[in-house]
């Protein structure tokens, strides 16, 4: 059978792949983790902020009952529970209290100028992006918080609790995706990584 100058070239390219693939083995599960972790907040920053620069500045405020966040309050409620939880378990394992981030919290929450509020989520996920960089060992990763904002108070390790704010991004930008129909816009296309 004969193959062509291209078939050739595409299993080349697959045996390399494949190769590659293998050398991620060699990484400790935390390291790839948070490899994987950088790139998703890398790419979810960038479709958070298509998602934000959808609507008019007069839609920012929309919101489809009363009793629900509006498209800015949920931008702002992502920026700062991202903040909160970077700084009270990305950043350190000790904390017992939120209250010293409150402030802050609430000063994040109450940004109503539009530029400066995308400023700030940009921001961010960079400082995200940068803490989780800066996660060296096991140890780390190891080392358990407990989340004294929930009930009981539960203990988690800190790669639950990155999936855990990565989980809140999606969900929060979800909904603005559908306040987002409900004004008449199309959202921007889905983007996984």
């Keep these: 059978m004969r193959y062509s100058f291209l078939t050739l070239s595409l299993w080349l390219v697959f045996a390399i792949n494949l190769s590659s693939c293998a050398s991620a083995d060699d990484k400790p599960s935390e390291e790839v983790f948070i490899d994987d972790m950088v790139h998703v907040m890398e790419h979810m920053k960038v479709y958070m902020l298509e998602v934000y620069d959808v609507p008019a500045d007069s839609n920012m405020d929309f919101r489809p009952s009363e009793e629900v966040m509006s498209f800015r309050e949920h931008a702002a409620h992502v920026l700062s529970n991202m903040y909160m939880q970077n700084e009270c378990f990305v950043k350190r394992d000790t904390t017992t209290t939120i209250d010293w981030v409150l402030e802050d919290v609430a000063g994040l929450m109450a940004t109503d100028d539009r530029a400066k509020l995308r400023e700030k989520i940009a921001g961010q996920f960079d400082a995200i ?33 990155v999936m855990m704010m990565r989980d809140h991004i999606t969900h929060h930008r979800a909904q603005m995706i559908v306040y987002l129909r409900l004004m008449g816009y199309e959202p921007p296309p889905y983007r996984p990584f």
């Design 129 to 161: 992006v940068l803490d989780l960089k800066g996660i060296k060992g096991k140890q780390d990763w190891n080392k358990t918080r407990v989340l004294p904002q929930f009930d009981g108070k539960p203990v988690k390790d800190l790669m639950t609790i």
